[in-house]
């Protein structure tokens, strides 16, 4: 019982755990690699510091969006049965919280598009 | 009393318009990175205090109004609209904005002009590279810069951290010992700003202030060329007494006036000191009378400063060494 619960509610804050990680590898690869002046390194022809952020923010956006979309799909289904109050809260909370986490994620990745790297 | 309590509403009022215009304001830009900032202050002040107005009215609304027409506010469409839908598109917008503003500014130009700039307790000491042809040079408290042509000033300090900041220009940056950080801009517009020390460096940190001014392009380069000269030959004996007092009083141990035996670097460099538009790091208009007050009672007037007062001059002496000072154009 609590087993599962637990996974519900990580479930429910994955948004924000991908979105944490996402945080902590940008700005720690970031300084990383910028502290050791690869700012104009490449990598199949874009610079390695925004290949990091993009590719850090695909692997945080996808996860996100297939637990945001298992959810919706999930809380459709709840329709007619009768599930319990909670079960149906923390599924609304939790597509909420996952969508909102997929715009944050985003959001995050952006300044990787239109800023140059250790500016 | 009533005639007080109005000339206080009076300068109440006047300070915010005073406070926008002028040699030192941010809210004035005269160069490009300056007015995109500025532009996106305008943006975010306005956007905030429209936005704060809905949602207090709102609030109000909520509490005031009967509960049947209140009641929309509770409504899904509401919430879902108003507190998800407006915020993300707000901030996905304004991101986007910040961070091109962001990528526009302070940004290294090809063929700018180089500028160094020391910050010392409690004046700035200011040199122009040599550049094509162009002999090198120091001055102080004073950054003159051409229209139109990008800048790079690159700054450190002597002594303690001070912070270069020049509002109408944008931009403020450390100038950190042992360090050099660069600043980037370009003036638009030929006029006089005021920069200032913008990191508590000491006493007299509210008196380390220079001017800056904006030339036209061929105004620049004839100003540039009259500071790469040494000094002129007193003309007059008058003057040629107070050069002789110059030397004998030592000034020439922390000045260096080129083209003379005084070659000190401590203070600032002395050369066309005349020519400058104010003396004492942006404290006093530079006339025969602020020099000589300068020279006899910097003590008093900049406590802390590191030069001493002259005292003992006679009045017929230190209008002399004045008058040479103000005669080094
Ligand atoms: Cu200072």
Redesign the interface.
């Known amino acids: 019982m609590s087993g599962t619960r637990t996974l519900h509610v990580l479930v429910m804050l994955g948004g924000m755990i991908a979105w944490a990680v996402q945080f902590t590898i940008i700005y720690g690869v970031t300084s990383t690699l910028c502290g050791r002046g690869w700012a104009d390194a490449t990598l199949f022809g874009i610079g390695i510091v925004q290949a990091v952020i993009v590719a850090t923010t695909v692997l945080a956006f996808v996860p996100t969006a297939l637990v945001f979309m298992g959810l919706l799909r999930a809380y459709r289904s709840l329709e007619g049965e009768d599930a319990s109050a909670a079960t149906a809260f923390m599924m609304q909370a939790g597509i909420l919280i996952n969508g909102l986490s997929l715009i944050v994620i985003l959001w995050q990745g952006a300044p990787a598009l239109i800023l140059p790297a250790c500016a | 009393m009533d005639s007080v309590a109005r000339r206080a509403a009076g300068l109440l009022w006047a300070l915010p318009v005073a406070g926008c215009g002028g040699v030192q304001s941010a809210l004035d830009p005269a160069g490009g990175d300056a007015t995109g900032i500025y532009r996106l202050t305008i943006v975010m002040t306005a956007g905030a205090t429209l936005i704060f107005i809905v949602v207090t009215a709102l609030l109000l609304y909520a509490i005031f109004a009967p509960p049947e027409r209140r009641a929309w506010l509770g409504s899904r469409r509401t919430i879902v609209y108003g507190g998800?839908a407006f915020p993300?598109v707000t901030?996905?917008l304004l991101?986007?904005y910040g961070?091109?503003v962001?990528?526009d500014t302070d940004v290294p130009r090809p063929g700018a002009l180089r500028i160094e700039v020391i910050g010392e307790q409690y004046w700035w000491r200011v040199r122009y590279p040599a550049e094509d042809g162009q002999a090198e040079f120091s001055t102080a408290n004073e950054l003159v810069v051409p229209i139109g042509r990008p800048i790079t000033v690159s700054v450190t300090a002597a002594d303690v951290i001070h912070s270069f900041w020049i509002p109408n220009f944008g931009g403020k940056i450390d100038m950190i010992p042992g360090r050099i950080n660069r600043f980037n801009f370009t003036a638009e517009r030929p006029g006089i700003y005021r920069g200032v020390c913008a990191e508590f460096c000491g006493d007299q940190h509210a008196r380390m202030a220079f001017d800056v001014v904006a030339l036209e392009p061929a105004a620049f380069a004839s100003w540039r060329s009259t500071q790469a000269q040494p000094a002129p030959e007193p003309a007059i004996p008058f003057l040629a007494r107070g050069g002789e007092l110059f030397r004998a009083g030592g000034c020439g141990s922390c000045h260096v006036v080129r083209g003379t035996e005084a070659n000190g670097r401590f203070g600032p460099d002395l050369t066309h000191v005349g020519s400058r538009r104010t003396i004492g790091a942006g404290q006093f208009p530079n006339n025969i009378g602020t020099l000589a007050g300068w020279v006899a009672n910097v003590q008093h007037i900049k406590p802390g400063a590191r030069m001493p007062s002259y005292g003992s001059f006679t009045g017929e002496d230190l209008r002399a060494l004045a008058g040479y000072l103000e005669s080094l154009k």
């Open positions: 998800l993300v901030l996905s991101l986007p961070l091109l962001m990528r």
